[in-house]
């Protein structure tokens, strides 16, 4: 039998000692920082050493935070040759800011990750794979080429679909209020790399943790 080939596209967020871990403790935990600093500089450098022993190309989705940070570790990660992309700038939740907040971050770290690449970066991930409403359009007006934070599907790329519009459950309203089918937006001419839970190792690793603590 011949050799079979499998196209797989390895992508890495560094959301170290960024406001991620919000919902464990978060900004105001030292032990999160602690084990944010860990990630940024130790598990970095093992990753690329991993990739490298194994000739892998990644995308490292690195927030401003991070790369104002450990300037040392994402030039390592520049050098070698792996591509940067976009995702906040303390991995903040989109759908939790004004549409000037989400402006400002966004011209902000495009133009931390063009100066530091030397060229505009191509893609994103919203931090939490939380996308605004405004997200799409956002990234359209400063020519980002794809997104990964949605999941219309499971591994196919697709145009993403921007606009939907849905009716929120509102409970001081008779039901017949939010009891309304989504509208489909329109096609954009964002590419969408869909984000899957399945294949993303920080949950599953996660969860043997948490179990091993309760095993203690």
Excluded at 136 to 145: A, F, I, N
């Amino acid at each position: 039998m011949g050799k079979k080939r499998v196209l797989v596209s390895y992508g890495v967020d560094i959301d170290a000692v960024a406001g991620w871990l919000g919902s464990y403790g978060g900004e105001d935990s030292t032990s999160d920082i602690s084990r944010g600093v860990f990630a940024g500089t130790i598990g970095v450098r093992r990753l690329l050493k991993l990739y490298e022993k194994y000739n892998i190309k990644a995308t490292w989705f690195i927030p401003g935070h991070s790369l104002e940070t450990f300037p040392e570790e994402c030039a390592m990660i520049r050098d070698a040759g792996h591509e940067i992309g976009l995702h906040g700038y303390s991995h903040e939740n989109p759908t939790n800011m004004t549409l000037e907040q989400q402006k400002d971050i966004l011209d902000h770290t495009y133009r931390l990750l063009t100066e530091f690449c030397g060229k505009p970066p191509r893609g994103s991930v919203a931090p939490w794979w939380e996308t605004s409403k405004e997200g799409c359009e956002l990234l359209l007006s400063y020519g980002v080429e794809y997104d990964h934070s949605m999941s219309h599907s499971d591994y196919e790329c697709y145009w993403l679909r921007a606009a939907d519009e849905w009716t929120k459950i509102d409970y001081e309203k008779e039901a017949s209020h939010w009891m309304k089918p989504l509208k489909k937006g329109r096609e954009t001419g964002l590419v969408e790399i869909p984000a899957s839970w399945y294949i993303d190792g920080t949950y599953h690793l996660r969860h043997m943790s948490l179990a091993g603590r309760q095993d203690d």
